[in-house]
């Protein structure tokens, strides 16, 4: 297919919209595929940008046989259905959070777990790493039909609240949103609030009605969603280093042939450090943000929330597979 042809589909499809713009196979597998991409973030969001690019590398390094065609704003809906649509294959490809695959596979939770990364440059390094992660990335290929290609960070996750919040007990009695998932969950009621799950997109309105009395996001989630409208203290409790999977339908990644699937892998590995770079960026864009509209951003002791974080982490590792990724994960820290 000539780039032209490629343009022209893939404008056929951003045209067509929603679920009946899935892109049909453009002959067969081997010959390539403009891929559906689910993204339930904004067009500002770093992830976004990262994608878009992707989509130009990956297309110029098969000759136009692959891409992705990305669908912001979770109009594909929301990552717990989207996992199972890519899992289908009515949906080819999705930015899914770590949370959503720890009902598919528990010892996704390793991942999520609080402590298992130091920081961001330790958690790209080790996700991207076959040898450590393999395993964990093909383990739902015969049940759910889904590939892990890899991951992007989301950084750390922090507490934001309508009032003010410095200690575990200043967090007693709140409802703080999490994503929906037995860790977030943990997580937030051992240090100290009241944890509600809840859909991403639903988070803002909760906020502003008083349902909820505050979340946990990264900067950048906190800006792009708007939410410092609606809480307006930003507590750094770095409870979390977040992650998100990059997960494409397993019959569509087995029909590459062998040189496009080598071409998308390493296409893959420019755009993850392309990703990390302006995920750093844009954190910092963010927190310039957050202080220009009056954000109060707060610096607690977070020795209190550590030690209570401990037992979670604990609680976790109860299969074999789970302690060793874990044990895996922190030599390499
Ligand atoms: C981050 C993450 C998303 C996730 C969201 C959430 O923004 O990147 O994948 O859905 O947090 O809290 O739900």
Same mark, same amino acid.
Do not use: C, K
């Given at each position: 297919m000539d780039?032209?042809t490629f343009?022209a589909l893939a404008?056929g499809v951003?045209? /067509?919209? @929603?679920?009946? @713009?899935c892109t049909p196979l453009i002959g067969s597998p081997e010959e390539g595929k403009l891929m559906s ?22 297309a110029?390094?098969t000759?136009d046989r692959w891409g992705?065609d990305?669908? /912001? ?19 080819d490809?999705? +930015? ?27 958690? +790209? ?8 992660? @393999? ?66 997109? =639903? ?22 969603? $708007? ?13 979390? +280093? ?10 569509l990644? $087995?029909g590459?042939?062998?040189?496009d699937? $080598? ?17 750093? =960026? ?24 550590? =030690? ?19 044990? $895996? ?5």
């Open positions: 780039r032209r343009l404008g951003t045209a /067509a919209g @929603g679920l009946a @713009g991409f689910s993204l339930n973030q904004t067009t500002e969001h770093p992830s976004y940008a990262a994608l878009n690019a992707w989509n130009v590398d990956l110029q390094a000759s992705i990305v669908y /912001a704003n979770a109009t594909l809906g929301g990552q717990q259905e989207v996992v199972m649509l890519v899992g289908d294959g009515a949906v490809m999705a +930015v899914i959070s770590g949370t959503a695959l720890e009902n598919l596979n528990g010892d996704y939770r390793t991942m999520n777990l609080p402590g298992v990364f130091d920081d961001i440059e330790h958690q +790209v390094r080790v996700t991207n790493d076959l040898d450590i992660m @393999g395993d964990l990335y093909s383990s739902l290929e015969e049940s759910h039909g889904i590939t892990v290609v890899g991951m992007f960070t989301q950084g750390a996750r922090n507490v934001y609240t309508r009032a003010p919040v410095e200690t575990p007990e200043d967090l007693a009695g709140t409802r703080i949103r999490v994503q929906e998932s037995d860790v977030a969950i943990d997580m937030i009621n051992a240090m100290g609030a009241s944890a509600t799950p809840m859909p991403y997109a =639903e988070v803002y309105t909760a906020l502003q009605s008083g349902i909820l009395d505050g979340a946990e996001n990264n900067e950048v989630s906190y800006v792009t969603q $708007r939410h410092l409208e609606v809480a307006r203290n930003y507590t750094h409790t770095a409870h979390q +280093v977040g992650l998100d999977f990059i997960v494409v339908h397993t019959g990644v $087995r590459m042939s062998e040189a699937a $080598r071409a998308f892998r390493e296409s893959w590995l420019r755009a993850s450090a392309n990703h990390t770079r302006l995920w750093i =960026e844009e954190t910092e864009a963010a927190v310039a943000t957050m202080l220009d509209e009056g954000v109060t951003i707060l610096e607690p002791d977070r020795a209190p929330f550590v =030690e209570r974080l401990q037992a979670v982490a604990e609680r976790y590792l109860t299969t074999d597979t789970s302690r060793a990724l874990y044990a $895996r994960i922190r030599e390499e820290a």
